[in-house]
């Protein structure tokens, strides 16, 4: 820098309009040539910078769908493994009942295409005492009765049933039937709903089951025995089996 320069640039008293000149001019070559490229150099960072974090953003969210599918993915495959066994337990299942239901004594109603199964323990007559489900068969629909029989010398004309399950009551109504030879035999035979199929369950899993018969005057009392229990298990069980 010759001495002009110099004193253009140090001084700023009596300033020669030439050394005012190169003062301008070194002045636009500092900004041009100095700040100039700082701030490009800045700017190219910053640019960078927003570019990256929109790369890795972009990179994240890509990552987090494929560990979602995936995820997704082994849940629908272990989902279809589990009903798949279920499948086959239930088909197994069907298969054992619809053989122990063979085994059961049968009565076909032709005329509505109904076929009825019952336990071949149960009384074949109806002038026993005597409780009990049955299956009944339609195509490929199943469903439940129950019936109540109640057998004595004298008439009850009942027209309602209590039954004490372990310390719990439940009534049974309906439309009772009547019949007699040397005997009396009075009976129940209804279709079995979310009642009387809790009233099973308890009566199968009992201590203590017992029945009053309530007639018009009198009413009479027995203990459900162990067999009636057994059958009722047995019953509900083939039933469940053939959903």
Do not use: H
């Amino acid at each position: 820098m010759d001495k002009k320069t110099k004193e253009a640039w140090i001084s700023r008293k009596n300033i020669s309009p030439e050394a005012l000149e190169k003062r301008k001019n070194i002045n636009k070559k500092i900004w041009k040539f100095g700040c100039l490229p700082i701030i490009l150099l800045f700017g190219l960072i910053m640019l960078i910078g927003i570019f990256s974090d929109k790369t890795s953003e972009t990179s994240s969210t890509e990552n987090d769908k494929i560990v979602n599918k995936t995820i997704d993915s082994l849940q629908i495959k272990k989902e279809k493994i589990r009903n798949d066994s279920i499948a086959v337990v239930n088909k197994k299942r069907k298969i054992k009942a619809e053989k122990l239901l063979k085994t059961f004594k049968v009565s076909k109603d032709e005329f509505e295409g109904t076929t009825f199964y019952r336990d071949p323990r149960t009384p074949y007559y109806t002038n026993v005492n005597f409780i009990y489900p049955y299956i009944g068969q339609k195509g490929n629909n199943y469903w439940l009765r129950l019936k109540f029989q109640y057998a004595a010398d004298d008439w009850l004309f009942i027209n309602k049933g209590i039954l004490l399950i372990d310390g719990e009551k439940f009534t049974v109504t309906g439309n009772w039937k009547r019949d007699n030879n040397s005997r009396i035999w009075e009976w129940l035979d209804i279709p079995v709903n979310d009642n009387e199929l809790l009233i099973l369950n308890k009566i199968a899993n009992s201590k203590s089951a017992k029945i009053r018969y309530v007639g018009d005057k009198y009413y009479n009392d027995r203990n459900i025995t162990r067999k009636e229990k057994n059958i009722i298990k047995k019953t509900l069980e083939i039933y469940n089996n053939l959903k």
